[in-house]
């Protein structure tokens, strides 16, 4: 009953089986290491992409020397290391501001409509619902423009535009017109 492996609770039946997905830095790992005798590929196909240096084919058409190489695999640049991804607190903040961002947009929804009978004298009723929906839709809009606009730069930049935002889309009329305005 007992193997004598110490992780046999970490790890699962099958766990080896090579058509399970695997982490890119784990393929990686698999691609830095020479192809194996049983790698080979058969009769007329040739291994190309990253990792295939190694690789032959059957009839050896797949050995290829640096005098052979072909100006696709020249002209391709050095694969650059992954960006790390978000940490855990950055994801849990991230949901935090992505739910006080909701919240802004039922409070101008909600402000909004409290509003709506008051000033009929200012604007038409079509120019209103308008104005209504665009400031109900800006801080959802503002979220997820940032988020697609600092995908690749610096964390702080993403934190202080997401911070700009909590603060001048804070919902007026919400505020004004409930506890804090009575």
Do not use: C, H
């Amino acid at each position: 009953m007992i193997t004598g492996r110490e992780d046999d609770a970490l790890s699962w039946d099958g766990d080896d089986d090579p058509t399970l997905v695997t982490s890119p830095r784990e393929d990686a790992v698999r691609s830095a290491s020479p192809a194996a005798p049983e790698d080979e590929l058969p009769a007329g196909w040739r291994a190309v992409g990253t990792g295939s240096d190694g690789a032959a084919s059957a009839d050896g058409a797949g050995d290829r020397g640096p005098a052979e190489e072909s100006p696709v695999d020249a002209a391709a640049p050095a694969e650059a290391e992954e960006p790390a991804g978000l940490g855990n607190a950055s994801l849990v903040a991230l949901g935090v501001l992505g739910g006080v961002y909701l919240l802004f947009a039922v409070g101008w929804l909600v402000g909004g409509l409290r509003l709506q009978g008051q000033y009929r004298v200012l604007v038409t009723d079509a120019m209103y619902q308008g104005a209504l929906w665009l400031a109900a839709a800006a801080p959802l809009i503002w979220f997820g423009t940032v988020l697609f606009a600092t995908r690749g730069g610096r964390a702080w930049a993403r934190w202080a535009w997401l911070t700009a935002g909590a603060v001048l889309l804070v919902p007026w009329p919400f505020i004004m017109i409930g506890a804090v305005g009575a």
